[in-house]
């Protein structure tokens, strides 16, 4: 039997091609001092430093203050800028500073939707960590306040900045995997970093923290430092795997297959198995989306070590996306030779069968070589910097960005309709009508 070429039996060569980073070199142009961009940022925990190191790393870029609820966190911000910033426990001093241009907000989920709000109102553009949203109503008001200020809205979830993302876009959009049907993405931890167990500062106290504001929207309960540090344990804050980590393989999706709207259905299941800490959000979540042409298949564990995996397969191939590298495996989809069912028939109809074949296929399929391709970046490649480079830029030229305030609303519903499948242990409809989840 001849086999079809991108199948078990053909030759695969693969050229690997090096991707070269989008921002860097324009950024290494810093521009006359009026074209500085002049940001302050709003929560400098886990990731407000990672991002404020990298904001603050990128030409014509500056920090001119800080905010944190936590005093510790207003320190690390003035040793990060290393010079003398303002620092406050109150963002609306932020707001209110006229050398400010735009908001980098990296606090927790719960205070995403008051914060974004309140900046578009104040004239801000801002970055809003990812999920976008606690609630599925919240993202609608973000969007408003974003049109109706005319703000730039960026969500941060990376990805759709980053070269190798943006390669597999353009290779989906070519065709070059035909028609994709099923998607399936997954990633998994290991550690108590990983699954959220993260320390808790020392000297954390009432005293340093200004734990009933840190509450917002959240019921009010007595200073709990776990809830604090930890708080992605607790649906009242977070939400769950899905706003933590689906997030960002929905937004890859999204990004690559051009997806303009949550999926219409999320059927999820998992439980706690490990992490029995009293959280009450699961430590293994899986679900399954449906978009109008094609299903995603999404899981992610926090009790297994596995890559981050993206895997969109097509009628004419795949595209794999795993440890910063994707891969490009053709595959021609040709019908390559006769059935092997027509051996269980009696000669006389077999014979027929295999002139009759050949006849209607004039052109034989043989056994070739497909040539795929392997892309990769350079060692030490940053994706989150290409992405607040892309905010920063935009900001600078008014032009808009990719992951908006309805982009990043389409992901986080999607995040919502799993949560709301495992936790109802129902089929989550996605009402566009209604713009509520159904089921
Ligand atoms: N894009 C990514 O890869 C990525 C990675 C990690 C975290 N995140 C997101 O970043 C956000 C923050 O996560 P984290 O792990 O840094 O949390 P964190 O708890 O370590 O840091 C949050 C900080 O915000 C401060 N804060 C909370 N409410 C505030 C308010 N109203 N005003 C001022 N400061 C306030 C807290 O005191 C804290 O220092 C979350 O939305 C999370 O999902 C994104």
Not at 76 to 88: D, L, W, Y
Not at 112 to 122: S, T
Not at 194 to 216: F, H, M, R, V
Not at 297 to 305: I, Q, S
């Amino acid at each position: 039997m001849r086999r079809t070429a991108g199948a078990a039996g053909a030759t695969l060569a693969m050229r690997t091609v090096l991707l070269e980073p989008i921002s860097f070199a324009a950024s290494a142009r810093p521009g006359p001092p009026s074209d500085r961009v002049r940001f302050g940022i709003i929560g400098v925990g886990m990731q407000g430093t990672g991002l404020l190191r990298n904001a603050i790393s990128i030409p014509g870029v500056e920090c001119v203050a800080a905010c944190d609820l936590y005093d510790g966190r207003q320190e690390v911000a003035r040793e990060i800028v290393g010079n003398p910033i303002p620092t406050s426990r109150r963002y609306k001093e932020l707001l209110d500073n006229q050398e400010i241009d735009c908001i980098i907000n990296a606090t927790p989920d719960h205070w995403h939707r008051q914060i974004v709000i309140d900046c578009c109102n104040a004239g801000k553009d801002v970055y809003c960590e990812k999920p976008m949203t606690h609630t599925v109503s919240e993202g609608f008001e973000m969007i408003e306040a974003e049109q109706r200020n005319k703000r730039i809205v960026q969500v941060g979830s990376q990805r759709v900045d980053s070269v190798i993302y943006t390669k597999a876009k353009e290779l989906f959009e070519k065709g070059a995997i035909g028609d994709v049907c099923l998607v399936e993405a997954c990633m998994g931890r290991n550690d108590p970093d990983g699954a959220w167990e993260y320390p808790i500062p020392p000297d954390l106290s009432p005293q340093n923290l200004d734990w009933e504001t840190w509450l917002g929207t959240a019921p009010k309960i007595p200073f709990n430092p776990h809830h604090y540090q930890r708080w992605r344990c607790w649906q009242a804050y977070g939400s769950g795997v899905a706003g933590d980590l689906f997030v960002h393989l929905l937004t890859g999706i999204h990004y690559i297959a051009g997806i303009t709207a949550p999926p219409q259905r999320a059927l999820a299941s998992g439980g706690l198995y490990r992490w029995k800490d009293g959280r009450d959000v699961p430590d293994v979540h899986a679900c399954v989306y449906d978009y109008p042409n094609f299903q995603v298949l999404m899981r992610v564990t926090l009790n297994t070590e596995t890559p981050e995996v993206t895997r969109l397969l097509g009628t004419r191939g795949q595209l794999e996306i795993a440890n910063n590298e994707l891969t490009f495996t053709p595959q021609d989809g040709l019908d390559h030779g006769p059935s092997f069912l027509s051996n269980t028939w009696p000669k006389r109809l077999r014979d027929e069968y295999l002139a009759k074949w050949r006849e209607e296929h004039p052109f034989t399929h043989e056994i070739g070589s497909v040539e795929g391709s392997h892309y990769t970046v350079p060692p030490g490649y940053n994706e989150t910097r290409e992405h607040l480079w892309n905010f920063l830029d935009a900001v600078r030229k008014r032009r808009p960005v990719v992951e908006d305030a309805t982009f990043g609303n389409n992901t986080a519903i999607a995040c919502h309709m799993a949560n709301h499948s495992y936790y109802k242990k129902s089929i989550a409809l996605w009402d566009a009508a209604s713009k509520s989840i159904k089921g």
